[in-house]
């Protein structure tokens, strides 16, 4: 398979290593000093992009990509809340092809399972209170994570006693503190820590007076991210439209 890159940093580096490792050809990398690149033969010839770049940059990405009907699988977070509706009606019937995850990791993708399927059951139970802190490096521009969006959504759609999340403090290494932990019974808390250079650990808490199940994925590294973003794009070179992960992982 021919691969572009869109973003060359410390995720496309990974990423490059595993798609040649699986035996995958990278024909053009593009990165924020060769953005030109989008309308090279070399780019267009791409079975696939894997776009691993940030909040701002992504939707344009993905339309400098569509316009030379090149896939997409991108990680990038953020974008959604803008051009979530742009991104359905350009992938509609196939039109152009997105397989979009907050994260690509295999293990968080058993552990969302994992997410979904106890929801259901503490919907049973409504002595117990859920909430959720995610932790990152001090790099990361959103707050919460993407991932933890992702999972939030999954609780709130399978406990009846919570509508939305809430986003609530952001704490730093430097020991500043931003947001506020304030929010209604009925909304799920979110809290946020940025600490060093931490990959990404999500934990989702259950509480009671009597007890609390806590369960927890935590990253060792991002290669099950890179991993899992190369698995992406070899599913989508035979698929089309809006694709994710519970497209990929049948759990």
């Known amino acids: 398979m021919k691969i572009a890159l869109i973003g060359y940093g410390k995720m496309g580096h990974m990423i490059e290593q595993i798609a040649l490792a699986r035996g995958h050809e990278i024909v053009c990398k593009i990165d924020v000093d060769n953005q030109e690149d989008f309308d090279s ?16 940059a992504a939707y344009s990405n993905y339309l400098r990509a569509f316009k030379h009907n090149v896939k997409v699988v ?11 509706a742009d991104v359905e009606a350009l992938t509609k019937d196939g039109k152009q092809t997105l397989f979009w995850a907050s994260n690509f990791s ?24 859920v909430d959720m802190e995610e932790t990152h490096h001090i790099h990361k521009l959103d707050a919460p994570s993407g991932t933890a969006i992702t999972l939030a959504e999954e609780i709130v759609e ?11 403090t952001t704490r730093w290494d430097d020991g500043h503190v931003d947001g506020s932990d304030d929010h209604n019974a009925d909304e799920l808390l979110i809290r946020s820590v ?8 999500h934990s989702i808490r259950y509480d ?19 991993l899992g973003a190369v698995l992406a ?16 992982f049948k759990f």
């Open 233 to 248: 794009a070899e599913f989508t070179q035979n698929h089309t439209g809006l694709l994710t992960t519970s497209d990929l």
């Open 208 to 226: 009671s007076d009597a007890d609390e199940i806590t369960i927890t994925h935590n990253a060792h590294s991002r290669k099950g991210f890179a």
């Open 106 to 129: 295999i293990g968080v993708a058993i552990f969302s399972a994992v997410n979904r399927y106890l929801a259901k059951i503490m919907n049973q139970f409504p002595q117990y209170d």
């Open 41 to 56: 033969p070399a780019f267009a010839n791409a079975d696939v992009a894997i776009e691993f770049t940030n909040p701002t």
């Open 158 to 168: 399978n406990v009846d006693r919570k509508s939305t999340w809430k986003k609530g």
């Open 194 to 201: 940025r600490h060093d250079e931490v990959p990404g650990i």
């Open 74 to 84: 991108s990680g990038s977070t953020g974008w959604m809340k803008d051009h979530k």
